[in-house]
């Protein structure tokens, strides 16, 4: 994704200086591949780099968003993948914008979701989720609870795309049974429902999914320990993960 040069566009050509710094502004989450996506995302959505334009090169672009080459290439490779972006070689090659996505390549609308019903819906989760988590490390675990908690994360971990959100809903479920409270089980169960259609309409990315196996694995380890803050921040972290790329595919 590296170009050799290229010709500056015209001062007049060129995105604001305030916006281009508030989009590409260093990256201070757990979840570097998912947000670098949404911010990429941003840059496209709010015209930062407009179709047809140029993302700036990766050598630039990495440190400016504080992450690594490799998981800006990731990022890029993704949303290349999704149409969202091409790669072009030659003098004035470079990665940029593509200037009519297909058809296939834009999400499909959750039920045409307003921003403030999305960021409710994460919102709810986040609180209802870390919680359960929490509750969860902090209840005494019987041989039972663990096995199960073990088990799914066993059957998550390493699944195919056509099996992974099934099997990652139901690990998270199971957070919520081991935590003891039936009402917070029917709520997760609830908020995970509405979580999925969301889901449904953004692509389902490889290196998320093995962000998110190494994410289920901490989480459960953490209440396997008795660890309640653990198990909280943990969570937190993961759900901030995807809540990221929602964000960024879906506003």
């Known amino acids: 994704m590296e170009p050799l040069a290229a010709p500056r566009p015209a001062a007049d050509e060129e995105p604001g200086r305030g ?4 989009v590409f502004r260093p990256i201070r989450g757990g979840n570097a591949f998912e947000e670098t996506v949404e911010r990429l995302l941003q840059a496209l959505r709010l015209g ?3 179709p047809g334009g140029r993302l700036p090169p990766g050598r630039e672009l990495a ?10 290439r990731e990022a890029v490779a993704t949303l290349q993948s999704a149409g969202y972006l091409e790669s ?9 914008v593509v200037a ?7 999400p499909r609308p959750a039920r045409s979701r307003p921003a403030a019903d999305l960021e409710d819906v994460l919102q709810f989760r986040l609180v209802l989720e870390a919680g359960a988590a929490e509750a969860a490390a902090a209840r005494p675990l019987t041989r039972a609870d663990r096995g199960h908690l073990t088990g799914l994360l066993a059957g998550c971990t390493g ?8 099997l990652d809903s139901r690990l998270h479920l199971a957070v919520a049974e081991v ?3 039936p009402s917070l089980t029917t709520a997760v169960a609830d908020v995970r429902t509405r979580v999925n259609e969301l889901l449904d309409a953004i692509p389902l990315l490889p290196p998320n999914i093995e962000h998110s196996d190494r994410q289920h694995a901490a989480v459960v380890t953490a209440i396997l320990a008795g660890d309640p803050a653990g198990a909280r921040s943990g969570m937190a972290e993961h759900l901030a993960g995807t809540a ?7 506003t």
């Not at 504080?66 to 800006?72: D, N």
């Not at 009519?100 to 834009?106: D, E, F, I, T």
């Not at 990221?244 to 879906?250: E, P, Q, S």
């Open 88 to 96: 072009r070689r030659g003098r004035y090659g470079g990665t940029f």
């Open 159 to 166: 699944a195919g795309p056509a099996d992974y959100r099934r």
């Open 244 to 250: 990221a790329l929602l964000r960024g595919f879906l």
């Open 100 to 106: 009519a996505p297909p058809a296939g390549a834009r």
């Open 179 to 181: 935590a003891g409270s």
């Open 48 to 50: 930062v780099v407009a």
């Open 19 to 22: 916006a281009d710094e508030a």
């Open 63 to 72: 440190p400016r968003l504080g992450v690594s080459r490799a998981t800006l």
